[in-house]
Each structure stands twice: as C-alpha cells, then as structure tokens.
Nanobody, 114 residues
C-alpha cells in the first residue's frame, strides 16, 4: 500500500505561482513513476505531468514551459512548481503513483483568479 498526501493548493492571481507537494509513504520502493492529474469543474480528469524513478519527466502541452515536476528522494516527496498560472489552470490537482497498481491522493484545490 502507498499513501499519498497533497499540499500547497490555494488561491492565486493569474500570472502568479504555486508549489504543490505530494508526500508518499508506505510501500514506496515499488513506485516506478509519480505524477499529477487535474480535474476542472465540469471537465474530465486531465493528465498534467510525470516523473519516473529514473528522473525522466513529461508534461502535457497545456502546462509545458510553465510547470516543473521534481522529486526529493530523501523526503519521499514530489513537487510541482506552477508558474505563469492562468484561470484555465483552476482545478483539483491529484497526485498519483504508478506501482503494481496506481495509487491516488485525495487532491488539492488550485484556484486562479483573473
């Protein structure tokens, strides 16, 4: 079992920045990748970014160049630095971990005002 807890969401003005964190605990040795999805009101869940155990990263076109995913191995934490935020980035952001099965956090709300 893997437990994931997100933090760092909040309200920010357009053009601002936020940093999300995801703390992992439990059977983390089986995790081969972690990442973020988001779900805006009335929309389907959308993949945002991923970082593999080897450090390879990937981003959706909608956030590429503005968001940066990273990890702190010592702290078992993954982070998402979000810059140049837009109102369209408003969503609940979910941390996930790929292992023998996929694990999910409960989400953290990001609201970007215009």
């Amino acid at each position: 079992q893997v437990q994931l807890v997100e933090s760092g969401g909040g309200l920010v003005q357009a053009g601002g920045s936020l940093r999300l964190s995801c703390a992992a605990s439990g059977s983390i040795f089986n995790i081969n990748a972690m990442g973020w999805y988001r779900q805006a009101p009335g929309k389907q869940r959308e993949w945002v970014a991923i970082i593999t155990s080897g450090g390879t990263t990937g981003y959706s076109d909608s956030v590429k160049g503005r968001f940066t995913i990273s990890r702190d191995i010592a702290e078992n934490t993954m982070n998402l630095q979000m810059n140049s935020l837009k109102p369209d980035d408003t969503a609940v952001y979910y941390c996930y971990a790929q292992s023998t099965i996929n694990y999910w956090g409960k989400g953290t709300l990001v609201t970007v005002s215009s």
